[in-house]
Every structure is written in C-alpha cells, then in structure tokens.
C-alpha cells in the first residue's frame, strides 16, 4: 500500500520548477531527430538501392512510399525543436511575479504565477534580484538595469516583506 501511496504521490512540493530542463526530453527530440533523418535518408536509399525493379506497379509503390517515408521525416525533425525559453515578467502593480512562454502563434503561455506576498522569499545583490516561489523552488534572477524598474521592483518587495 505505501508503494502506491508513494507512486501516486502528486503533492505540490513533489513538482520540480518549471525552468530546469529534463534530461529525458532532450533524449526524446534526439530520437526523434535521429529517426526523422533515418526515414528521409530510407526514402532516397528506396531509389538508389541495386537490383531494384522499374515495373509500373512497384514504381507506384515505392513512389507512395518514399514520400509517406520524407513527410514523416521531415514531420519529426521540425518537432524535435526546442521550446522556446520562457521569459520572466514582472508586474509590479498586481504585484505578481510571472514566468511566460511565448507560442508561436503569438499568444503567451503562463507557465507559473506568483504574487509577491507568496514568494518564499527574495534577495537582492547589486542590479539583480533573485526570487524563489512559495515552495522554496528558485524562480528566477532578474538583472535590471533601468533603475526605476529596479527601485519600483525592490519597493513592491520590501512593502510586502520578502526584502529587507
């Protein structure tokens, strides 16, 4: 019972932050790489393979497969791209701390939100602010150079208490 109890533990503190990369991910685009150049390059190896047979209907065969072969191919090396990094936004009227990932479509993708009042706590070093969300997990590093911005930022933090 405690090893289901354990498997099927889906608690907050369990999710790993959204901005550290996954191993496993990396491997699967890989694969999928490797996978899409080895269908495109089974296709072209279709026409150029010795002995092969110049019938009409074999022709239409391998006709239909080669290019069945080079769209999936070409299917799976354009979706072994890497997703877009995700940016940090900080809206200091709501005071809320936002990590967005912007689509290709033009639209963004809230990956995490934050409200000041939430972060587990925050840091200052010089133009950067380091910020770590309610689960103690680190957030992100925000380097400003525009001092207002920074001043504007440094006071939402220390009304709510996150900043000394």
């Known amino acids: 019972m405690t090893a289901s109890a354990e498997f099927m533990n889906t608690q ?7 901005r550290m ?14 996978l899409g150049v080895s269908m495109t390059l089974a296709a072209l190896g ?6 092969a047979s110049w ?14 072969a080079v769209i999936a191919g070409l299917g799976l090396m354009g979706a072994s791209t890497a997703p877009r990094a995700p940016e940090i936004q900080i809206d200091t009227i709501r005071r809320e701390v936002r990590l ?21 706590r925050a840091e200052q070093d010089g133009n ?13 590093e925000v380097s400003l150079t525009d001092r207002k911005a920074l001043s ?9 208490g996150k900043l000394a």
């Open 152 to 160: 504007s930022l440094v006071a939402g933090l220390r009304d709510v």
């Open 128 to 140: 950067s602010v380091f910020l770590w969300d309610q689960a103690g997990i680190f957030l992100a």
């Open 12 to 18: 907050p503190d369990a999710i790993e932050p959204v």
């Open 46 to 51: 279709l026409w150029l393979a010795p002995g």
């Open 100 to 120: 967005v990932r912007r689509q290709r479509d033009g639209d963004d993708q809230v990956l995490q939100s934050c409200g000041f009042a939430k972060l587990s």
């Open 55 to 68: 019938e009409s209907d074999v022709m239409l065969f391998k006709l239909i497969l080669s290019l069945t």
């Open 21 to 34: 990369a996954g191993g496993g991910r990396m491997i699967v685009r890989g694969a999928q790489r490797l």
